[in-house]
C-alpha cells in the first residue's frame, strides 16, 4: 500500500484542491490492509513541516498494522531540529525506529526477494523550460538556489551546500541502494522518489514565471535513467500531487500524493 505527500501541517487556505488530508482515512487503510492482508505500507514524503506535528503523523502510522516504509520530502526536512542538509537522514530514522517504521533513505529492504530503495531526491535544473519563461537560465538557477535556502529555513543554508550538489548525493545513494539490493539478491526494484522524473508530471503554465520556476524545482529527467532499469518494476513519486501515472522506460511510476478521491493505493508485485 502505498501514498505520500498527507501535509498534515497545511493550513485549510492551501488546500483547496481536495489534497487535504482527512485523518479519518487511517481506519479504512487499518481495515484495507488487514482484509487485503497488505505485507507492506510505504509513505513517500511530505508528512509534516512542524516536529511535532511529525510526530503525530507518525502516531498515526504507527497504527498500520504491517511493517512500514518512509521516504523523506522536501517538507519533511523543515521539520529536522538537530540535523540538517545533507544528512538528514539520522535524526528522521531516530524518530521513525520508536514507532518501527523505517526511513529508506537510509537503507533500502529487500523483503520477499523484491528491494525497495527509495529516497527523497532533488532537483538539478533539467526541468527548465524556456518556451514557458521570458527568464534565462542562469536567472532561474539563481531563484531555485534562493528558493533551498528559503524553503528548507534554518536547515537550507548550512555548508554553502547547493541545490545540485544536493540533488547529486541524492542521486549516488540511489544508485549505491540499487547495487545493495541487487547484491542481496533481489531480481526485482520498487523504487521510490519523492521529485519527479519527467515533464508529464507536471502542470504547464506558459507565460506564468513563478509556476515556471516551481516547476523547475520539482524533480530531474536523469531519474528516468532509473525508472528505466529492467529490474526495476514499479516507480512512485509523489510531491506535484497530482495522481498522475506514466510510463518512463517502460516502467510505470506512479505519483502517490494524498487525494480526497485516490487517498492510497494497493499493488501487487511479484518476485
Ligand atoms: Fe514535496
Same mark, same amino acid.
Given at each position: 500500500m502505498v501514498t505520500s505527500d498527507w501535509h498534515l501541517d497545511m493550513m485549510d487556505d492551501d488546500k483547496k484542491d481536495g489534497s487535504k488530508f482527512n485523518p479519518d482515512i487511517i481506519d479504512e487503510i487499518i481495515e484495507t490492509v488487514e482484509t487485503e492482508k497488505v505485507d507492506l505500507f510505504l509513505f513517500g514524503g511530505d508528512l509534516a513541516t512542524e516536529t511535532?506535528?511529525?510526530?503525530?503523523?507518525?502516531?498515526?502510522?504507527?497504527?498500520?498494522?504491517?511493517?512500514?516504509?518512509?521516504?523523506?520530502?522536501?517538507?519533511c526536512m523543515k521539520s529536522l531540529q538537530t540535523n540538517d542538509l545533507p544528512h538528514y537522514s539520522g535524526e528522521l530514522q531516530a524518530r521513525m525506529r520508536y514507532?518501527?517504521? =523505517?526511513?529508506?533513505? =537510509?537503507?533500502?529492504?529487500?523483503l520477499n526477494g523484491i528491494g525497495f530503495v527509495g529516497n527523497c531526491g532533488w532537483y538539478?535544473?533539467?526541468?527548465?523550460?524556456?518556451e514557458n519563461t521570458a527568464v534565462c537560465l542562469d536567472e532561474m538557477k539563481e531563484r531555485a538556489q534562493k528558493y533551498f535556502g528559503l524553503?528548507?529555513?534554518?536547515?537550507?543554508?548550512?555548508?554553502n551546500l547547493t541545490y545540485e550538489q544536493f540533488f547529486a548525493m541524492s542521486w549516488r545513494?540511489?544508485?549505491?541502494?540499487?547495487?545493495?539490493?541487487?547484491?542481496?539478491?533481489?531480481?526485482?526494484?520498487v523504487l521510490g522518489i519523492h521529485h519527479v522524473p519527467s515533464r508529464d508530471f507536471l502542470e504547464q503554465k506558459p507565460g506564468d514565471e513563478s509556476w515556471t520556476q516551481i516547476n523547475f524545482c520539482m524533480g530531474s529527467?536523469?531519474? =528516468?535513467?532509473?525508472f528505466a532499469r529492467p529490474d526495476v518494476v514499479l516507480g512512485l513519486v509523489g510531491h506535484t500531487h497530482r495522481p498522475d501515472i506514466h510510463l518512463v522506460g517502460g516502467t510505470p511510476v506512479v505519483n502517490i500524493s494524498y487525494s480526497e478521491d485516490v487517498p492510497y493505493r494497493v499493488f501487487d508485485v511479484k518476485a
Open positions: 511535532e506535528t511529525f510526530f503525530n503523523g507518525l502516531k498515526l502510522m504507527a497504527r498500520i498494522p504491517c511493517r512500514k516504509l518512509f521516504i523523506a520530502g522536501n517538507n514507532y518501527d517504521i =523505517q526511513l529508506l533513505d =537510509q537503507a533500502p529492504l529487500v538539478d535544473g533539467t526541468f527548465w523550460w524556456p524553503d528548507l529555513g534554518r536547515n537550507g543554508f548550512r555548508h545513494k540511489l544508485l549505491n541502494d540499487l547495487k545493495l539490493v541487487h547484491d542481496l539478491g533481489a531480481k526485482r526494484v529527467i536523469k531519474y =528516468q535513467e532509473l
